[in-house]
């Protein structure tokens, strides 16, 4: 009969083998539970296995997080939603759960500057690498060096072939920087690529009807929303920025009245 030590040297092995360390650890601390509980072989060897899979599920999400380029990491329990009455916490839900992302659908966020749009893009985007999606975060101006440099060095095609590989994309704050005619053909080019074979999420400060002023030519502009929102959440955002509204109240002089020694 088979020794115990030698049964957890075989198990060493294996995991290192398979390059599953975390099997050999599982395997060790659900032994005596296993025994314990009764479980069946079937059992043991389920629970050590979704302990494996767990881990590599969060080591992947981290690194896919590392590499998306998020100016900081925001989720959606973070989201003051009480600056925002008017937005359906239904729709952000379902946005979390990943489907428009398996759909190739977009998601849009317009609204004032500071009311939050950037952090539901973000919170988003990091969902998304959650659920196994590789993200790419960067702001319009930023996008648009990008493709300027891969035009330039004569590889445009295959830049935006290799982004399409990439489940979501996040364009952040359209609409501060107006483009040059060559951008926002580059830009128009991003968008094209996508449409309907991977997804966007943008943020803007201006209503569709002011992107022919940010693109500098308003069929470009037409055209290009068009295919953004054939397949979008179109999410809108109203009031003043909750961050300068914030800043105020703790710029405020204190009200309360100072101890004063008797």
Known sequence: MTGTREITGQIEYYARAMKAPRIRESAARLADQAREAGW???EYLAAVLSREVAA????????????????ARKSLEDFNFDHQPGLKRETIAHLATGAFLTEASNVVLLGPPGTGKTHLATALGLRAT??????????????VTRLQGAHQAGRLPAELIRLRRYGLIIVDEVGYIPFEQDAANLFFQLVSS?????????TSNLSFARWGDVF???????????????????????????????????????TRPENTAE
Request: hydrophobic share 40%.
């Open 130 to 143: 959650q659920l196994g999606h590789r993200v790419l975060f960067a702001t319009a101006t930023g996008w």
């Open 40 to 42: 069946s072989h079937e």
């Open 194 to 202: 996508r449409y309907e074979h991977a997804s966007l999420i943008l």
């Open 216 to 254: 500098g030519d308003q069929v470009v502009a037409s055209a290009m929303i068009d295919r953004i929102v054939h397949h979008a959440e179109v999410v809108t955002l109203k009031g003043s920025s909750y961050r300068l509204r914030n800043h105020q109240i703790e710029s405020l002089p204190s």
């Open 56 to 71: 590599r599920e969060a080591s992947g999400a981290e690194t896919r997080a590392k590499a998306a380029g998020f100016p």
